[in-house]
């Protein structure tokens, strides 16, 4: 066995890398994404490269399964059980609401009310039990959840964080009784102080269990089925992966999994091509998804929203969010305005060029009356052939006219406001964090990113662009080089001066043994093993946290923690960079501890990606079209980029082809070829 499989699902493909790790060879595939059944795209593209499953070590699978579930409002029936006057912590959140100037609105929780059971307990903020758990109502409250057709359950106990034990006798209850495993306790999901934020990652669990766990298991038959015999593991929205076991118990940890396998291999493509700063521009059919990576190291952010009232509290990849994909529907609105979005048509029907029924014009169909995209070698493996002028027919029908546009203007229109729109989203990660963007090199990946570079070097600022050497497929690729990570959290809440050495260590060292037991489970290599450690900390009185980094020592598996005076100077330290000043008389506070343990996954050659022998440019020409740029046509070169050498320049107009992707460098551009295949974009004067 010597292959590994990624395999990335999005909106509207899913892509899949195949890395064999015996010849260093790389092969690539792109089929669309099966709908409402996921798994059938998944199966087809590993047929497409794989004919013989035993021959495979490992698949990893970054999966939109459980954000479209969220998303669309197709999870599971599920029921709560909570503390006596607690039910309504989901509607009531943190009295927010949908239109922050609106004088009504409404938001429907994932849990109906008459599915949110009490019972009596009652556990205080110090951990101490005020009210023992009264298990007969809890399995009382079961049986009616039972009775209702409810699939899973969450149970939610005030202040669980702090002592469990109530908690902990509920859910061994309900465990007797629940025919399945889809019981989700908020002290093992997340025992967090802040009861919303709790409540919510928690029912949200139990929300997706039953969905994902499902598509999991017919995913993991298949391949067994097929003679898979090796490792199938999941990315978790953190960017690192996990065993289908934890996916199954925790999929919450899946939400916005496919982009953070992108953001992951476009930090170690950047840094082993020399660009330690690059911002991601993941673009696929639905939407551009931006993150900001700085010294090699992407930013992970502690909660996000999925939508709204749908919070999630678990570590992720900070990726920015916008609907301006291929598939993006262009339309004008009543006030003579064009919009991009965000209605998407998906793979299906898909752009107008598609001919599967779609009447709307898309970004893609855009690109493609103006030339950008082959009509006669489309993506995907399913087309033979785009329609050009029914693309140019429904442009002019619904931007066109309506603007009074002729149909190229109108394309290049289309391309204007979706390139504005990027542009926006990368601004927001860097110019509005106090980056400067032209130290930062761009990173297009996804089906169409490749297709803007030059847009978005010219709106934005960025000094240069690096296309990887599949970026259509580059999530995917994403999933094969992430490691193994586990990401513990417990709450402490406590003055520094008030805790106990001992009682930190013994709460580190737990986390530590669990998440080495986990890496152990998975029966994979890893090159090295490493622990992290963080303190929320703050002033008292301070609402705002700052991430702590500690000098922790692992040694032989034993935790060695910092002392007090460590931790305070660590304090002091970190608010002083984030905020450029100290509180001198003010009193410390931690409030959580935060473990990350991870296990590092042996990566691949990137050189192996580039291409051998002795092919010249001439050799990867395959001749010329004419491509629309602003208010002209260009007779433009076409490329084989697979097939371009190292060093290979090639200046704008030029389009380079390739499976998975079409790369778009404007006049004014000037690309070159890397030592890992590689395609690096600036400026003619920067690159002469």
């Not at 509207?12 to 089929?31: H, I, M, N």
């Not at 305070?568 to 990350?596: C, E, Q």
Request: with cysteine; charged share 20%.
């Amino acid at each position: 066995m010597s292959k590994m499989i990624g395999v990335d699902v999005g909106g509207t493909f899913t892509d899949v890398f195949v890395l064999d790790e015996a010849t260093g060879t790389a092969q690539v595939a792109k089929v669309p994404t099966s709908r409402p059944d996921q798994s059938g795209g998944f199966l087809e593209g590993i047929g497409r490269q794989v004919d013989d499953l035993s021959t495979v070590t490992a698949v990893i699978h970054g999966t939109t399964a459980g954000t479209n579930a969220l998303l669309e409002r197709k999870g599971a029936r599920i029921g709560i059980i909570t503390t006596q006057g607690l039910r309504d912590v989901l509607e009531m959140r943190r009295r927010d609401r949908p239109q922050t100037w609106g004088l009504r609105g409404n938001f429907e929780p994932v849990v109906t009310r008459d599915l949110r059971k009490e019972v009596p307990e009652r556990t205080l903020a110090d951990g101490s039990i005020h009210t023992p758990v009264d298990l007969d109502a809890v399995r009382k409250a079961a049986n009616e959840l039972l009775d209702a057709g409810c699939a899973a359950v969450a149970i939610l106990f005030a202040n669980a964080y702090a002592n469990a034990d109530n908690e902990a006798k509920a859910a061994a209850a309900v465990r007797e009784i629940w025919p399945n495993p889809h019981v989700s306790c908020s002290s093992e999901i997340l025992p967090e102080i802040r009861e919303y934020e709790r409540f919510s990652t928690t029912a949200l669990n139990a929300y997706l269990q039953p969905e994902v766990s499902g598509y999991l298991d017919r995913l993991d038959n298949a391949l067994r089925d097929g003679g898979f015999g090796g490792e199938f593991m999941i990315v978790q929205s953190n960017g690192g992966v996990m065993d289908t076991d934890t996916a199954c118990r925790l999929p919450i940890r899946t939400a916005l999994s496919g982009p953070a396998a992108g953001v992951i291999a476009a930090g170690y493509i950047a840094d082993t091509a020399g660009f330690p700063d690059v911002i991601t521009g993941d673009m696929g059919g639905t939407s551009f998804d931006v993150s900001l990576i700085a010294d090699a190291k992407s930013v992970l952010s502690p909660q996000t929203s999925i939508d709204f009232g749908m919070v999630v509290r678990t570590p992720m990849i900070e990726i920015t969010t916008i609907g301006a994909g291929g598939g993006s529907i262009a339309w004008v609105d009543k006030g003579g305005l064009l919009n991009i979005g965000p209605e998407s048509a998906g793979s299906t029907p898909g752009p107008v060029a598609y001919g599967q029924g779609n009447t709307r014009p898309t970004v893609t169909d855009a690109n493609i009356v103006l030339g950008r995209i082959d009509p006669d070698n489309p993506i995907g493996g399913k087309l033979s052939k785009l329609d050009v002028e029914a693309a140019a027919a429904a442009i002019d029908k619904h931007v066109g006219e309506p603007l009074s546009l002729g149909t190229y203007e109108a394309a290049e229109a289309i391309l204007k406001v979706a390139n504005s729109r990027m542009a926006g989203a990368i601004r927001l990660v860097s110019i509005e964090r106090g980056f400067d963007p032209k130290r930062f090199a761009f990173m297009p990946f996804g089906g169409g990113g490749a297709l803007h570079t030059g847009a978005m070097l010219i709106e934005v600022g960025i000094g240069r662009a690096i296309v990887p050497r599949y970026p259509g497929v580059t999530s995917a690729l994403g999933c094969v080089i992430a490691d193994m990570r586990q990401d513990f959290v417990q709450t402490i809440n406590a003055l520094t001066s008030a805790i106990e050495s001992r009682s930190l260590a013994d709460i580190m060292q737990r986390h530590v043994d669990e998440g080495m037991r986990l890496l152990d489970a998975s029966g994979t290599t890893f090159d090295a093993r490493d622990t992290v450690f963080e303190l929320d900390m703050a002033y008292v009185g301070q609402t705002h946290t700052v991430a702590v980094p500690l000098p922790v020592t692992v040694t032989g598996g034993k935790v060695v923690p910092p002392t007090i005076e460590e931790i305070d100077r660590a304090f002091d330290k970190a608010y002083h960079d984030t905020y450029g000043r100290l509180l001198n008389k003010g009193t410390r506070r931690v409030m959580n501890l935060r473990t990350s343990v991870i296990g590092r996954r042996p990566k691949f050659d990137l050189t192996t990606l580039a291409p051998s022998g002795t092919g010249t440019m001439e050799d990867a020409r395959t001749g010329t079209r004419q491509v629309h740029f602003g208010n002209a046509w260009h007779e433009t070169a076409i490329y084989n980029r697979l097939e371009l050498p190292v060093g290979s320049r090639i200046d704008g107009p030029a389009i380079l082809v390739q499976p998975d992707t079409t790369v778009l460098i404007e006049p004014g551009l000037s690309g070159r070829a890397d030592d890992y295949g590689n395609t690096i974009i600036t400026r003619v004067e920067e690159n002469a």
